[in-house]
T-cell receptor
Framework: AQTVTQSQPEMSVQEAETVTLSCTYD???????LFWYKQPPSRQMILVIR??????QNATENRFSVNFQKAAKSFSLKISDSQLGDTAMYFCAFGLAGSTLGRLYFGRGTQLTVWP | NAGVTQTPKFQVLKTGQSMTLQCAQD?????MYWYRQDPGMGLRLIYYSASEGTTDKGEVPNGYNVSRLNKREFSLRLESAAPSQTSVYFC?????????????FGDGTRLSIL
């Protein structure tokens, strides 16, 4: 079975600062992919960033980057130059590669608040 | 640019009533999913469908049924609603191809059962 753990229910950061959200996962599979989704107060689920397990290079999308440590089964999200609009619930998700079903396993989320 | 459309956005039911949540996607995706989101629990998979005509149970299927009506539509039915089914429900879809394809989500349905 695959599990995803987000150990920080809530975090806060001042605008323009950097914050890192933690995520660990458990799997016996070798090929998989990982996502971070953002859910602002509007309730939409928005893809932030994705990472394939076979890639050693950490994914980056503008101010968002990940620190993927495969051996440690860790997938943290770093947000640089935080903005008020980054205030949201952030979910880490795991999916198995090669699966036609494509189902995802989600963590319980981290509520991030960015304050002025 | 509709993407995944869910109806209704809000609904209040009485215990024992039935209800069907509708979901449609216009991205020609094969796979579709229904999740429920409860405070502190993240998203939990109720049912999913890899293709038209096939459905499978997820983590929390009890009390629900689904229908994959065609490639576009995937509905979720509560036959006899219970207060424990009060939640926010999300529908999602995913295309074929590379396994890193993300799921695309609808805006959710907030369902309250009294």
């Amino acid at each position: 079975a695959q599990t995803v753990t987000q150990s920080q229910p809530e975090m806060s950061v001042q605008e323009a600062e950097t914050v890192t959200l933690s995520c660990t996962y458990d799997t016996s599979e070798n090929n998989y992919y990982l996502f971070w989704y953002k859910q602002p107060p509007s309730r939409q689920m928005i893809l932030v960033i994705r990472q394939e397990a076979y890639k050693q290079q950490n994914a980056t999308e503008n101010r968002f980057s990940v620190n993927f440590q495969k051996a440690a089964k860790s997938f943290s999200l770093k947000i640089s130059d935080s903005q008020l609009g980054d205030t949201a619930m952030y979910f880490c998700a795991f999916g198995l590669a090669g699966s036609t079903l494509g189902r995802l396993y989600f963590g319980r989320g981290t509520q991030l608040t960015v304050w002025p | 640019n509709a993407g995944v459309t869910q109806t209704p956005k809000f609904q209040v039911l009485k215990t024992g009533q039935s209800m069907t949540l509708q979901c449609a996607q216009d991205m020609n995706h094969n796979s579709m999913y229904w999740y429920r989101q409860d405070p502190g629990m993240g998203l939990r998979l109720i049912y999913y469908s890899a293709s038209e005509g096939t459905t499978d149970k997820g983590e929390v299927p009890n009390g629900y049924n689904v229908s994959r009506l065609n490639k576009r539509e995937f509905s979720l039915r509560l036959e006899s609603a219970a207060p424990s089914q009060t939640s926010v429900y999300f529908c999602a879809s995913r295309g074929q191809g590379k396994s890193n394809q993300p799921q695309h989500f609808g805006d959710g349905t907030r369902l309250s059962i009294l």
